[in-house]
């Protein structure tokens, strides 16, 4: 499998700008989570789903921020409008959430993001 | 919350040398994983250990969950080593959210 795949990996864009990140989960994994990291705050959960539904979105800071997974391959974060205050990487997750293979968590390799 | 903290939060070795890395978290756990962070960024899993001890080459995991603390053992370590180790657990109840702590960030110079 290819792995947890991101994109953009890194994008610069202006105040005030929408942005949209990608996340395509392995293949067959149930769960999917976005987090943030940041100096200042590690990392942070902002929202996860199970089988393409929201459980848990008590971790998305406002709501210029928000999340969806239209099917089991396909996730977006977008920030509307964004602020330089969102600079951080953002990093997707999955897993199968089954305890008898490991519950392994398989990352991305984020996407930087700048707001200026 | 569960609360995971990660201690210590900074360390400097010399090639070679050994190191342990501490996590407690305050409640029960269903899952306790160690990730390591390369200097790009790549979060990579290292040990999934709710409970008991594994090894992979130079580098081992203990967790003893009725005193809530994992360890991890490097040994002989080695530049590439160097990143930040985190802890993450999955607080007991049914809920697979994982919490990260802080993290570690080591260095190691040649």
């Known amino acids: 499998d290819a792995g947890v795949i991101q994109s953009p990996r890194h994008e610069v864009t202006e105040m005030g700008q929408e942005v949209t990140l990608r996340c395509k989960p392995i293949?067959?994994?149930?769960?999917l989570f976005w987090y943030r990291q940041t100096m200042m705050r590690g990392l942070e959960l902002l929202i996860y789903?199970?089988?393409?539904?929201?459980?848990?979105d008590s971790g998305m800071p406002e709501d210029r921020f928000s999340a969806k997974m239209p099917n089991a391959s396909f996730s977006t974060l977008k920030i509307q409008p964004s602020e330089p205050r969102d600079s951080a990487v953002y990093f997707c997750?999955?897993?199968?959430?089954?305890?008898?293979?490991?519950?392994?968590?398989?990352f991305g390799e984020g996407s930087w993001l700048t707001v200026v | 919350g569960i609360q995971v903290e990660q201690s210590p939060p900074d360390l400097i070795l010399q090639e070679g040398a050994n190191s342990t890395l501490r996590c407690n978290f305050s409640?029960?756990?269903?899952?306790l994983q160690w990730f390591h962070q390369n200097p790009w960024g790549q979060l990579i899993n290292l040990f999934y250990?709710?409970?008991g001890t594994k090894q992979n080459g130079r580098l081992s995991a203990t967790t003893v969950a009725t005193e809530r603390y994992s360890l991890l053992y490097i040994s002989s370590s080695q530049t590439t080593d160097s990143g930040v180790y985190f802890c993450?657990?999955?607080?007991?109840?049914?809920?697979?959210?994982?919490?990260f702590g802080r993290g570690t960030s080591l260095i190691v110079h040649p």
């Open positions: 993450a657990v999955e607080p007991a109840g049914g809920s697979y959210i994982p919490t």
């Open positions: 789903f199970n089988n393409n539904v929201p459980i848990d």
């Open positions: 293949s067959g994994h149930d769960y």
């Open positions: 409640d029960s756990v269903n899952n």
């Open positions: 250990i709710p409970s």
């Open positions: 997750a999955s897993n199968s959430g089954e305890l008898i293979s490991g519950n392994t968590i398989y």
